[in-house]
């Protein structure tokens, strides 16, 4: 709220009393050192902290590529039982980028889900979409098990019981030069519906899909 | 520049009158203003001996209790973390591939008193939970959060989120099985909040899933990040305990004839 008893500041800083202003200078030397030398810092500060958040958070949106590991040969996968295969998901840091995938043939009396080039063998994660502990198939039973919080997964790694929140991960598979070979990771719903990788403990059915938006650094479908 | 006033001295150190008859010292060397000492000569040049008074000799209320030393205690527990971690980290690889574990099992079976460091970094970070814990409790049920003390209570629970981050992150450090699946768990419940947890989980990761960069971020995050922030805060926190002075235990009640009952004291509180 403007005073009004007060004259309003004459724009010429002699009448100002700013010794060595020139007449009529609206911005003064002081304030334009001010700007100047705090401008200057925060261009200094700014030219090593946003290369360095830049290179922090650099990995969220990194994007994978396609790779197909061979795992053995048709004939090898059952449909009445699953295969377990160890495969390499991340490269790079020894036995602790390595997974489970446990792999069958594609049985169109159970398997629902539309059939495509990919997935003509089944090839289930071993990842708990409860919270990420391995899962453990259990042949007498025909379930999937886990160690951590009890999640128990039925013979298409639906969700039997427990705390999952939706199925387990699948992987992409193909038939190449007569062997068969495993992709990427897709996460499904609870219609079997494929959607980019979500970590665990994220449900993709109704809502679920819309809280909890897919990952950067997942590749698209082939 | 207005100048504090001198704190009151305690009485052990408050000079003594001259008994009659004892000579004069007039005209005789007087140490402090020649500065003849290491001492006078280093207040001389930074001052700092005001504020070492104002910091160490303050007036504390009566009826305060033991339960008032919560806060030093946490304070000495993270002085434990942080020596017995920096001499932990010259012999910790931060490698996944194998490095790391193998790093440990050195440190433990092979280093000198190595077993001894690393039980004293391991148990402590158990210890200094459970003493911020208990000094939170403190602060709580003593109303000592209340009107000024508001910020040194903000301050306190962001130091209580980074102590919480330091245990998460240091978990992972040993690189055993346990260590994994406690990780992979934890990002995993990181990832349940929705919308902004999955990249929070990305960030963590530093990628879509534990891969060669997780394990060096971590390390990062638990012996440059969080550790710079928390002596910071800490800073901050004792200068607000000192600034505003500590709270009466609730039970007290004010009453009218308070000449003498302000004992002073040399306690950090």
């Given at each position: 709220m403007p005073d009004r008893h007060k004259p309003p500041k004459s724009k010429y800083t002699l009448d100002r009393n700013i010794p060595g202003a020139f007449e009529?200078?609206?911005?003064?030397r002081r304030t334009f050192m001010n700007i100047g030398a705090n401008g200057v810092g925060a261009v200094a500060a700014a030219a090593f902290t946003l290369p360095a958040l830049g290179f922090a958070i650099a990995p969220i949106f990194k994007r994978q590529t396609w790779t197909w590991q061979a795992i053995g040969?048709?004939?090898?996968?059952?449909?009445n039982s699953y295969e377990t295969k160890v495969i390499n998901i991340?490269?790079?840091?020894?036995?602790?980028g390595n997974s489970i995938a446990y792999v069958r043939a594609r049985d169109p009396k159970i398997d629902t889900e539309p059939e495509d080039q990919y997935n003509q063998f089944v090839a289930l994660s071993s990842?708990?979409?409860?919270?990420?502990c391995p899962v453990r198939y259990v042949p007498a039973a025909e379930r999937f098990i886990c160690p951590c919080h009890g999640g128990v997964y039925d013979f298409r790694g639906m969700?039997?019981?427990?705390?999952?929140?939706?199925p387990l991960d699948r992987f992409y598979t193909r038939v190449n030069n007569g062997l068969v070979e495993i992709g990427p990771r897709y996460s499904v719903n609870n219609e079997l519906h494929r959607f980019a990788p979500r970590f665990p403990?994220?449900?993709?059915d109704g809502i679920g899909q819309f809280l909890y938006p897919a990952q950067f650094d997942t590749a698209g479908k082939p | 520049m207005p100048k504090l006033p001198a704190p009151p001295l305690p009485k052990a150190l408050q000079p003594r009158p001259k008994r009659p008859g004892e000579p004069s010292d007039?005209?005789?060397?007087?140490p402090v203003e020649a500065g003849i000492t290491v001492v006078d000569w280093l207040d001389e040049r930074t001052a700092l001996s005001p504020g070492l008074r104002w910091l160490m000799w303050r007036k504390v209320p009566r009826?305060?209790?033991?339960?008032?030393t919560l806060g030093s205690a946490t304070l000495f527990a993270f002085l434990n973390q942080a020596v017995t971690g920096v001499f932990l980290a010259m012999y910790y690889r931060p490698d996944a591939a194998g490095g790391a574990y193998e790093s440990i099992r050195n440190i433990n079976?092979?280093?000198?008193?190595g077993q001894f460091v690393h039980g004293m970094h391991k148990w402590g970070a158990s210890v200094m939970i459970i003493l911020i814990f208990l000094h939170m409790g403190r602060v709580f049920f003593y109303g000592a959060y209340k009107y000024p003390r508001e910020l040194t209570w903000v301050i306190g629970v962001v130091l209580l989120i980074l102590t919480l981050a330091m245990g998460f992150t240091g978990y992972?450090?040993?690189?055993d099985q346990r260590s994994y699946w406690a990780t992979v768990v934890g990002v995993n419940i990181n990832a349940g909040?929705?919308?902004?947890g999955p990249f929070l989980s990305d960030f963590l990761l530093g990628?879509?899933?534990?891969?060669?960069t997780t394990l060096s971020r971590f390390y990062s995050i638990h012996m440059l990040v969080i550790p710079g922030a928390m002596a910071a805060l800490i800073g901050a926190h004792l200068y607000l305990v000192t600034k505003l002075g500590i709270t009466a235990p609730p039970w007290l009640k004010p009453h009218a004839?308070?000449?003498?009952?302000?004992a002073v004291a040399e306690a950090r509180v």
């Open positions: 009529g200078e609206t911005v003064t040969k048709p004939s090898d996968f059952p449909k991340t490269p790079g840091v020894g036995e602790a990842r708990c979409m409860h919270l990420g969700v039997a019981g427990g705390p999952p929140v939706r403990g994220e449900p993709l | 007039a005209g005789a060397l007087n009826g305060i209790n033991w339960a008032y079976d092979n280093v000198f008193l992972l450090l040993p690189f909040g929705p919308f902004i990628g879509a899933d534990f891969n060669a004839d308070q000449d003498g009952d302000h």
